[in-house]
């Protein structure tokens, strides 16, 4: 009788020990804005003017997966992650779709959300070729983008749009290759709002909770 009631304290120890996990939440109520490759935060309050002259995600035209030309109106009033991969690449960009496809799945009913890809290989990632890896990752055409399109624009589009490499201060040639593990986070006006390690999962958490965050902004 002893044991069996010794038995019943310890099970009702270990439940009372145990505790729910914690859902990830920002670590701010205003997310901060970027506007350059060292990411100094600029603590900017969402209505203020000064936003008006603020860096923003320079216009450009791409192709989906779909054959689709897609925009920067393409993702008006939509917040999006973005990062630039290759289908061939065997050494990170498979855990950095993984990754991807994590906020695909936290987000999956949420037309506001968008994903954003880019193939620093456009020249080998056809608008076929990004099909089929679509299709064989799992990626939902309508939530998650694969884009090819001209090298130069791509190429442009990630060192000075977006500041995607952690190189500082050093200068690349345009032909340079362009290959980071990188997420940025851009809101519905086309701005910079984070950056986070896409080989990560905790960063990868933080970028779903800032997301979280980032929508609840007027």
Same mark, same amino acid.
């Given at each position: 009788m002893t044991a069996i009631r010794l038995s019943f304290l310890f099970l009702l120890f270990c439940v009372g020990c145990s505790s729910p996990k914690q859902e990830k939440t920002s670590r701010v109520d205003i997310l901060p804005f970027y506007n350059e490759a060292t990411f100094t935060p600029h603590w900017i309050d969402p209505q203020s003017l000064e936003l008006d002259t603020f860096h923003k995600i320079s216009p450009f035209k791409l192709i989906n997966q779909e054959g689709r030309m897609l925009t920067e109106?393409? @993702?008006? &009033?939509? /917040?999006?992650?973005?990062? +630039? @991969? +290759?289908?061939?690449?065997?050494? /990170?960009?498979?855990?950095?779709?993984? &990754?991807?496809?994590? /906020?695909?799945?936290? +987000? /999956?009913?949420?037309?506001?959300?968008?994903?954003l890809s880019h193939s620093v290989t456009p020249e080998r990632d056809s608008v076929h070729v990004l099909k089929e890896y679509a299709e064989g990752k799992g990626i939902v055409s309508d939530k998650w983008h694969l884009v090819t399109g001209k090298r130069s624009e791509i190429y442009r589009l990630g060192r000075q749009a977006y500041f995607i490499e952690e190189d500082l201060g050093l200068e690349k040639d345009v032909d340079e290759f362009l290959h980071t593990e990188n997420f940025v986070l851009v809101d519905k006006n086309r701005h910079i709002r984070g950056i986070y390690n896409g080989l990560n999962k905790t960063s990868v958490n933080q970028l779903i909770a800032d997301i979280k965050t980032l929508k609840k902004e007027q």
């Open positions: 109106k393409s @993702f008006s &009033n939509k /917040i999006y992650v973005t990062d +630039f @991969f +290759f289908t061939t690449c065997p050494g /990170i960009c498979p855990k950095m779709t993984d &990754n991807m496809g994590t /906020i695909q799945d936290a +987000f /999956i009913n949420d037309g506001e959300v968008l994903l």
